[in-house]
């Protein structure tokens, strides 16, 4: 399971087509999300597939995939993804809750200012350690570790994404 944290929707400039990938959006812009699914169905219906429109380069997974649409903010937040296990580590030195829901599910949200608060007072107590790496046996559960400075790099970028969310005016959120 992976964890994504970043910030509630901003303002929307138009549309666009991904696959996924870190470098997978398309220069293709629309004025709403409508027009943008009239053009991928167009696309789909006319070749079988829409990975035709893929531009990461991995003709192998995406050149006969699907695209996905997405929305294209004026002023992206910052935003980063971590496994199950790290994400549970994070939202812990927060003291939010770190245990995923009856369906696999951890997500939350807070309000910008207490979660910078929270961060800012992990940042001052955390004491980093390595953490190796675990395969459980059942269910299939993997925890990837933590290499020295881990904790440390990743509360830094939870609080450009808090000092970011109270800049613009937007929760702060977590979910995977």
Do not use: K
Request: aromatic share 8%.
């Amino acid at each position: 399971m992976t964890i994504h944290f970043g910030t509630s929707t901003g303002p929307i400039a138009g549309f666009a087509f991904t696959c996924g990938h870190d470098n997978g959006t398309t220069e293709h812009r629309f004025g709403s999300y409508a027009d943008a699914s009239e053009f991928l169905l167009s696309e789909l219906n006319t070749h079988g597939f829409t990975g035709g429109l893929a531009v990461c380069g991995d003709v192998d997974y995406c050149g006969t995939g699907r695209m996905h649409i997405m929305a294209v903010e004026t002023d992206p937040a910052p935003s980063f993804s971590a496994t199950g296990g790290n994400a549970a580590h994070l939202l812990q030195l927060l003291g939010l809750p770190s245990a995923a829901d009856e369906d696999g599910c951890l997500f939350g949200s807070m309000p910008a200012q207490d979660f910078l608060d929270r961060v800012l007072l992990a940042q001052a107590v955390n004491t980093d350690a390595r953490v190796p790496a675990l395969v459980a046996a059942a269910p299939a559960f993997i925890h990837v570790g933590r290499g020295p400075g881990y904790t440390e790099q990743r509360l830094a970028e939870l609080r450009v994404i808090a000092e970011f969310a109270v800049s613009h005016g937007r929760t702060v959120q977590w979910g995977g």
